[in-house]
């Protein structure tokens, strides 16, 4: 799939379920009644859209708190919402630069909120497809130095890759662009922890929407070869650097890993 041209509010879409799962109002008729079906047969999946946010934030701390990071590459961003990269990145490291990424005209339609950067950083928002990483690439480079470590940020985006070996192949593509002591920051719905949550993304898979594929974990863990994982490691999204006592295990898996 490529880039949309035309906003179609009949049909429901991913980055606006997204938003209507995680209490946004950036959405329409057809995207309730999806993300309704949805929540009917798997309610978990709020919780699900929550933690990842969450674990996106935590991620981007360690990227600027502990890596030293102040670029970032965020594919798939999404409709802005509460704690968006740039403002995570922002608050710790005014000078931090974002360039996002999606192929959602409604996403382009808010980029001006994606593009209040602080005075010392930068912020840009690329209108590009995943499916093309060397175009994603051409474009960051106006905004980010392509010789200093850059956090590549595939957030609940590498599902929409109906073929694995294709996702690992564009993940790769991306980070060859990047210097050694860039990050890759993972994180996706997971197969073979509920099966009401398989049952749920089976139908929207059917509804017309563009279609996002659960996976194993092993899958998952799977594009971060070659690089050297961050501990935990892969593990379920709350597990990863958790700021409470023990939380529970959900079926979004990731993790974070620098490259060599
Ligand atoms: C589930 S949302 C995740 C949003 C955000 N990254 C987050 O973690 O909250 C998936 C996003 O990927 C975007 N997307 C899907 N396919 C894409 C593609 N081929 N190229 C760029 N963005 C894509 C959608 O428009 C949507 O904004």
Known sequence: MGRMTEIDTSVPHSARIWNYWLGGKDNYPADELAGDAYTAVFPGISTIARSSRAFLRRSIRYLVQEAGIRQFLDVGSGLPTVDNTHEVAQRLAPESKIVYVDNDPLVLAHARTLLTSTPEGATAYEDLSLFEPERILEAA??????????????SGILGHVADHDQARELVRRLLEGLPSGSHLSVNDGSRGTDPDYEQAQDTYNESGAVPYFLRPVDQIAAYF?????????VVSVPLWRPDVPDPDPIGQHGGLARKP
């Open 141 to 154: 480079a106006r905004t980010l130095d392509p010789a200093r470590p850059t956090a590549l940020i595939l």
């Open 225 to 233: 070869e070659g690089l050297e994982l961050v501990d935990p490691g």
